[in-house]
Nanobody, 120 residues
Framework: QVRLVESGGGLVQAGGSLRLSCAAS????????MGWYRQAAGKQRELVAG???????NYADSLKGRFTISRDNAKNTVYLQMNSLKPEDTAVYYC??????????????WGQGTQVTVSS
């Protein structure tokens, strides 16, 4: 089994910054892609950013320039640096990892989510 544990969420004023972390542990052979998604109240879950094991990144167009995703492969950890936060960034942020448990077997895992609230 693989577990993803997020941290770093909280309450911040508009214009502020937060850094989210997500550490993966358990039966991991390797981690392919990792990413962050978010779900605001009453809305569908959406991609925030993703990063491959090689460091290639992709972002939701609306977030480019404000959010930065990075990862530490040695620690099986992915980060999301969020700057210039806006009230519309308020959501539950979920970590995702596509994990090779053993060669030939991959699974998709999700964290429990961390709340980010941006006050105006």
């Amino acid at each position: 089994q693989v577990r993803l544990v997020e941290s770093g969420g909280g309450l911040v004023q508009a214009g502020g910054s937060l850094r989210l972390s997500c550490a993966a542990s358990g039966s991991i052979f390797s981690i392919n892609a990792m990413g962050w998604y978010r779900q605001a109240a009453g809305k569908q879950r959406e991609l925030v950013a993703g990063i491959t094991s090689g460091g290639s990144t992709n972002y939701a167009d609306s977030l480019k320039g404000r959010f930065t995703i990075s990862r530490d492969n040695a620690k099986n950890t992915v980060y999301l640096q969020m700057n210039s936060l806006k009230p519309e960034d308020t959501a539950v942020y979920y970590c995702n990892a596509f994990v090779t448990i053993t060669p030939g077997i991959q699974r998709d895992y999700w964290g429990q989510g961390t709340q980010v609230t941006v006050s105006s």
